[in-house]
Nanobody, 126 residues
């Protein structure tokens, strides 16, 4: 059974930083074979793409709203995906979910992603 488990969420003030992590187990292939990504879902809204990184780690892509503030990275030796979030804003309060896939396609589309975690809550107060 594939499990993606996020951690690192919490309550912070606007302008603060937070580092999220995602660990994986049960994948049929090695962790390094998967493209990985982060989405977020605010209350009453759909999932929103945040960032993604290719299986090789060579390429990453970000939502326009987080470019320059968020950094996605991976450590395949530790089976860990990380999202460093700086200068957080109140409207970025959401559940942050990690995802993994071997499918090709637009990483900003939910349908591209095969496996999902349950998410970790990030709350940014003003």
């Amino acid at each position: 059974q594939v499990r993606l488990i996020e951690s690192g969420g919490g309550l912070v003030q606007a302008g603060d930083s937070l580092r999220l992590s995602c660990g994986a187990s049960g994948l049929s292939l090695s962790f390094g074979a998967y493209n990985l990504g982060w989405f977020r879902q605010a209350p009453g809204k759909g999932r929103e793409f945040v960032a993604a990184i290719t299986w090789s780690g060579e390429f990453s892509t970000y939502a326009d709203s987080v470019k320059g503030r968020f950094t996605i990275s991976r450590d395949d030796a530790k089976n860990t995906l990380t999202l460093q979030m700086n200068s957080l804003k109140p409207d970025e309060t959401a559940v942050y979910l990690c995802a993994a896939t071997r499918r090709s396609g637009d990483p900003q589309m939910e349908t591209t992603w095969h496996y999902w975690g349950q998410g970790t809550q990030v709350t940014v107060s003003s």
